[in-house]
C-alpha cells in the first residue's frame, strides 16, 4: 500500500502544467515574466495600437517590454517613438500623444 502511494505521488509530481499564461490569473501571469509574444499581445490591448504600428519585443531587464513603434501624429504623418514599458501593465497603458509612445496620458 505504502509503495502504491508512493508511485501515485511520484506520478502526479512528475506531471508537466499544462496552465498557458493566458489561463493563468494576471498576478501569477505577470510573475512569470515577459516574453515577445505576451509583450505584443499586452501592445495590442493598448489605446496606441490603434494609430501605431509597433514592433514590440521583451526588454532586456526581467519583466519589461521593448516597443519601438510609427505612430500617426495630428499632420496625419508618421513619427517614429520607442520606450521601455513594464509588462504588462505599462505596456496595456500606452498612448499615442502626436506620435510620441507615452504611458496613461500626454
Given at each position: 500500500m505504502i509503495r502504491t502511494i508512493a508511485f501515485f505521488t511520484a506520478v502526479i509530481c512528475a506531471l508537466p502544467l499544462s496552465a498557458s499564461a493566458g489561463s493563468l490569473p494576471r498576478s501569477v501571469a505577470a510573475s512569470t515574466g515577459s516574453s515577445d509574444a505576451r509583450c505584443l499581445q499586452a501592445f495590442q490591448q493598448s489605446a496606441a495600437a490603434a494609430t501605431c504600428s509597433a514592433n514590440v519585443s521583451a526588454g532586456n531587464e526581467p519583466g519589461t517590454c521593448a516597443v519601438q513603434a510609427s505612430c500617426r501624429n495630428s499632420r496625419g504623418s508618421i513619427s517614429k517613438s520607442s520606450t521601455k514599458a513594464s509588462y504588462?501593465?505599462?505596456?496595456?497603458?500606452?498612448?499615442?500623444?502626436?506620435?510620441?509612445?507615452r504611458q496613461r496620458r500626454c
Open positions: 504588462p501593465e505599462g505596456v496595456e497603458k500606452l498612448v499615442n500623444c502626436n506620435g510620441n509612445l
